[in-house]
């Protein structure tokens, strides 16, 4: 198809010469340089330059001499076509090809679009306004700057919940800080009045014994003038010494009471655990959680009642080293009850300095490819590469260990069974921490809240500080019945926003919810577990291990079911504890005096 386009020249004529037409305004005839396509005017070099930087103007296309028209005389186009291609500019605009949905000029036509349906715009264009696509294109516009403004509302109100967060935060954080410098300058004036008081009563009881040495030594000078005196009279000699004789026993006597008296108080200042622990952490005073909070739910400072309330919460089926993670029923996770696995090569477990067969009764993961192990028998604490499938390093701890939780600042707790707990540290090299007794075998242990939640061998479950002082406990019913008889695990999960405990009972063959407060709400059973051990969560499910009935149970939260995921016939037997990672496909499992852990891959 070839469709001839027109020039924006004219043809030879009387006004064939071009000039400066802005130039021609102030009665000045200069040759024009160049020619706009948009204001159709010539311009001489100077005005042409100043055309180019005007804002108005800057984006019009200018014609070089060459290419601009030859002749000032009126030429527009009784069409109205005044649109330059962008590929030939000397070109107008005069067809829309249909094929490519382009604008093209004459020479576009000819030179790019021969088999191509082209249009007339001049034809296509008459009643174009009144066409959808014009009405569809002004109320895309239309709503293009409705939504425009309501996205700069949007930023605007950004903007105001930007500051008012930052203001409210800073305020809690100072707040809390004044707090947290009020309790220890507290602190500080109470030890130094206790060190004053013991001052103060340490004088007085010397300042008391000053006069009566003193007399002492008076009455004692006395008797011995007397007796000097007497040295040459000896009769009178012998008169004084069975007085002084007497005398002398009294002065003994009234020496040995300020002897007995003379007694102070040793002390000297002790640095406090807790706040050694918190100088060490990265999370003292607190951290900065990402909350999902909508705009209008941000109180200002005046309105906010600058508490924080955030309960951290362990024992999910990663048990991850992190800020301690939250374990919320409902959240999304895989459903283990769908999950199929098939035995792999396990891990060496036993090093050359065990003496015993090993009893791995725990397993927690790291940060990284790390897994932590509690290998009961050998009073070790054992670290397994999960990416080499290999065992890394391992620390002697002063104990038999059996159950792990992550504490805040890269650390654990560990319970030795009748030995207390033991604090480790786990950001690089297994290190030994803190440690303190408590009254009985422990066994399960979760970290909540500055809180340490321990579960005992024969029946018993507290809440200790971190100090290992009983802050409250349970063992009997109102009746004087146990309510455990061997509870040798726990786990912590939340659910709709409350803090939950659960315990598994190998003797009762139940698993037993409670709140924080120790008060049980309710307790589960099933025919298919037997000895249970192991009690971990993964989002709305505990898996939990059953050393007797050898298999690994999943009880649904949700609906109180149990469904076996894997049992003896696939391997497992006097099964300890589970670990299970869903993202990685695998299902470790650790056996009763097994030197290896076991490895179960998922079945895709």
Not at 359 to 373: A, C, E, N, Q, W
Not at 531 to 538: K, M, N, V
Request: net charge neutral.
């Amino acid at each position: 198809m070839e469709v001839p386009g027109k020039k924006l020249q004219a043809g030879p004529s009387t006004a064939d010469t071009t000039y400066c037409q802005p130039c021609e305004q102030d009665d000045e005839i200069l040759p024009a340089e160049a020619y706009c396509t948009v204001c159709k005017e010539f311009f001489c070099s100077k005005c042409a330059s100043l055309h180019r930087k005007l804002k108005i103007s800057r984006s019009h296309n200018l014609l070089d001499k060459s290419n601009m028209p030859t002749s000032i005389s009126v030429h527009e186009d009784k069409h109205g076509y005044t649109e330059p291609c962008k590929t030939h500019p000397e070109e107008s605009i005069k067809y829309f090809c249909s094929t490519h949905q382009t604008l093209i000029c004459g020479h576009c036509a000819v030179q790019n679009h021969r088999s191509c349906h082209a249009d007339v715009i001049s034809d296509i264009s008459k009643a174009f306004k009144d066409e959808q696509e014009y009405g569809d294109v002004i109320k895309t516009i239309a709503r293009l700057f409705e939504d425009i403004d309501l996205c700069a509302s949007d930023v605007k109100k950004n903007v105001d919940v930007v500051a008012k967060l930052g203001e409210n935060e800073v305020y809690k954080l100072r707040r809390y800080r004044e707090e947290v410098n009020k309790y220890f300058e507290e602190r500080e004036q109470a030890l130094l009045k206790l060190i004053e008081k013991m001052k103060i009563m340490d004088d007085e009881l010397l300042g008391s014994l000053k006069p009566k040495y003193t007399n002492l030594k008076s009455k004692l000078e006395e008797i011995n003038v007397k007796l000097e005196g007497q040295k040459n009279n000896m009769i009178q000699l012998f008169i004084e010494t069975k007085k002084a004789t007497k005398l002398l026993g009294g002065l003994q006597n009234d020496l040995a009471d300020i002897k007995k008296d003379n007694v102070i108080h040793h002390y000297e200042f002790r640095k406090d655990p807790a706040t050694e622990r918190l100088i060490a952490s990265d999370t003292g005073l607190g951290t900065l959680e990402h909350i999902a909070t909508e705009p209008h739910k941000i109180a200002s400072a005046s309105e906010s009642d600058h508490s924080i309330k955030g309960p951290t919460v362990q024992g999910d089926g990663t048990r991850e080293t992190k800020e301690i993670s939250k374990l919320t029923v409902g959240q999304a996770t895989v459903d283990l009850t769908i999950l199929r696995f098939t035995s792999a090569m396990g891990i060496p477990m036993k090093s050359q300095t065990d003496n015993k067969d090993c009893y791995l009764s725990s397993m927690l993961k790291l940060t990284g490819s790390r897994l932590l192990i509690a290998d009961f028998c050998n009073n070790k604490v054992k670290v397994v590469d999960m990416q080499t499938n290999s065992l890394v390093s391992q620390i002697s701890v002063p104990g038999q260990p059996w159950d792990i939780c992550h504490l805040p600042g890269d650390r654990v707790a560990v319970t030795m069974s009748n030995k207390g707990v033991q604090f480790l540290a786990t950001g690089g090299q297994l290190a030994i921490g803190d440690h303190f007794e408590v009254g009985g075998d422990c066994r399960g242990i979760a970290y909540h809240e500055e809180r340490l939640i321990v579960s005992f061998y024969y029946g018993k479950v507290a809440v200790l500080n971190m100090n290992g002082h009983v802050i409250r406990q349970i063992e009997r019913d109102g009746n004087g019945k146990k309510l455990f008889q061997c509870p040798l695990y726990l786990t912590l999960v939340c659910e709709d926003s409350t803090d939950f405990i659960y315990i598994s009972d190998q003797g009762r063959n139940t698993i037993t919810k409670l709140d924080m407060n120790l008060n049980i709400i309710k307790t589960f059973q099933d025919p298919a577990l037997k000895g249970p051990r192991s009690i971990t969560a993964l989002g709305n499910q505990l898996l939990i291990t059953g050393c007797i009935s050898n298999n690994i149970m999943i009880l649904d939260l949700s609906t109180g079911q149990m469904t076996q995921l894997i049992g003896m016939k696939k391997g497992i037997g006097n099964a300890l504890f589970a670990y299970c990672s869903p993202q990685q496909g695998k299902l470790l499992v650790t056996d009763a005096y097994n030197n290896s852990l076991k490895v179960f891959n998922k079945i895709a």
